[in-house]
């Protein structure tokens, strides 16, 4: 499982068929596509973490267990005041 964070969704998401890539310098990273809106993300480093002890992931935008909910999900509560 690899983890970015989507800069239009201002959330970190699961990346959808990530591919390990080498940038120029020589330093691994992985790129895909995000879950929610279809747009490229990108993480340098290996990328590849355990994801949280979830048993499940949020139907509205598919975050694991334990994890922010993207800013378009329905089950996001909106911050205190």
């Known amino acids: 499982m690899v983890l970015a964070y989507c800069v239009k969704d201002k959330a970190t998401v699961v990346i959808r068929d990530p591919q390990r890539i080498t940038m120029k310098n020589g330093r691994p990273a992985s790129q895909g ?33 334990g994890w922010p909910h993207a800013a378009g999900c329905p089950r996001k509560r909106s911050p205190l005041k």
């Open 33 to 65: 596509t995000c879950p929610i809106c279809g747009g490229k993300v990108f993480r340098i480093g290996s990328g590849y973490q355990a994801a949280p002890d979830s048993t499940g992931t949020c139907p509205g935008c598919g975050a694991p267990d």
